[in-house]
Structure formats: C-alpha cells, structure tokens
C-alpha cells in the first residue's frame, strides 16, 4: 500500500465547475497535509496547508481533511483553464518533518 | 515570499562525468534541505535530507555514494551526481522549510538533468 494515494486522473472538468481531488493517506499518526500545484516541467507551489479536522477555505480552494478515514480533498471551484496542472497532495510524517507526496492527479479544465 | 534558487536548470552531460546542483536559500536560512528526484510522469520522491553541518541522512534504496550532498552553510546545499548513467536522467528538486508549517515547503526550480 502506498503511503499516500491519488488518482491519476485526468480529470476533466469544463470551465466554471467545481473540481474535486482525493487523497488517502496510511499513516494515521500523520498531522499534516499539503496540496501543491504544478505546472508540467516546473516545481511545485503550495496551495494549501491544512491540519484540522474539517474545511478551510482560501479563495476558490476549500481544502478538507477527515483524519478518522485518512482522507484529505481538495474543491476548486469556479474552475479556470489555467488551473489545469498536477494537484500533489502531501503527508507530513510524524517524525523527521518529511513529505511525502502522492502520485498526483492532472486536472483539465476545459473552456 | 522566500526563495529557493537551484542551479542549473537544465544541464546535459557525458555518461561517467559527476554534476553537481546547487540550491541556495535567498531570503532565510535553511537548517535542512530535502532532495527529491521526479521521473517523467511520476511523483517527487524523497531521495535524502540534508543538515547543515552534518552527514546527510539517505532515503532507502538511495546511494550515497553516487548521489553526495553537501550542506556547509545555512545558505547553500548542493547535490552531485557521480558517474552519471542515462538511468540518472530525471528532474532533480530541493526543498525546505521557510519558517511556520502553515507556510508549508518552497521549492528550488528543478534542476532537468539528461545523461547521454
């Protein structure tokens, strides 16, 4: 079982929808969790950081996180062409301060 | 917002030469430094932590002899690549912690490195 989980994708939404990205992760000790954007060939930016049970909301991006099923999603709503990219989620350890990432999931937003 | 700056951005080399990548902190000093390598398509993958001041801790399956960090200063972490093999070719990315988790972990540019 890999540590955290993502599908693939692509995940094709027209311009203007909400997109929904998944993410499981196995380590339950983990406390928190990152959602990175990227654009192909360049590295990833930090879109959002998130730690407690629930939602959090930063502009068009609501990230939540359910630690009792090791879930954390991440909503982009009002969806826009340039928002197509690699959504990474990932995991901090609970030791060592590393991240682990998943395999990230590609988001097409069509116009 | 801080900055990582990675050099070179791309670089071409010989199979059997080394290469060596740098990663400076701008803007805030970096106790830690993480490396990662990313093959097409795929995620980042951890390959070693690097502290200032002492050995670099590798991540299994990563050898230390082929991949050396360096981390001498707050300010400047590198990654050599030894004899380099085409199997070497893929995206290299550093990364560190600027400060509060909130603020999570920025990221060097990416240095794509091709073996020939």
């Known amino acids: 079982q890999k540590e955290v989980e993502q599908n693939s994708g692509p995940l094709s939404v027209p311009e203007g929808a909400i997109a929904s990205l998944n993410c499981t992760y196995s380590d339950r000790g983990s406390q928190s969790f990152f959602w990175y954007r990227q654009y192909s060939g360049k590295s990833p930016e930090l879109i959002m950081f998130?730690?407690?049970?629930g939602d959090k909301e930063d502009g068009r991006f609501t990230a939540q996180l359910n630690k009792a099923s090791q879930y954390v999603s991440l909503l982009i709503r009002d969806s826009q062409p340039s928002d197509s990219a690699t959504y990474l989620c990932?995991?901090?350890?609970?030791?060592?301060?590393?991240?682990?990432f998943g395999a990230g999931t590609i988001l097409r937003v069509k116009s | 917002g801080a900055v990582v700056s990675q050099h070179p951005s791309w670089v071409i080399c010989k199979s059997g030469t080394s290469v060596k990548i740098e990663c400076r902190s701008l803007d805030f000093q970096a106790t830690t430094m993480f490396w990662y390598r990313q093959f097409p398509k795929q995620s980042l993958m951890l390959m070693a932590t690097?502290?200032?001041?002492?050995?670099?801790?590798?991540e299994q399956g990563v050898e230390k002899d082929k991949f050396l960090i360096n981390h001498a200063s707050l300010t400047l972490s590198t990654l050599t690549v030894t004899s380099a093999h085409p199997e070497d070719s893929s995206f290299y990315i550093c990364?560190?912690?600027?400060?509060?988790?909130?603020?999570?972990?920025?990221f060097g540019s990416g240095t794509r490195l091709t073996v020939v």
């Open positions: 990932a995991v901090m350890k609970e030791y060592g301060n590393k991240l682990v």
């Open positions: 990364s560190a912690r600027v400060g509060h988790l909130k603020d999570g972990y920025t």
């Open positions: 998130i730690y407690s049970n």
């Open positions: 690097s502290n200032e001041g002492s050995k670099a801790t590798y």
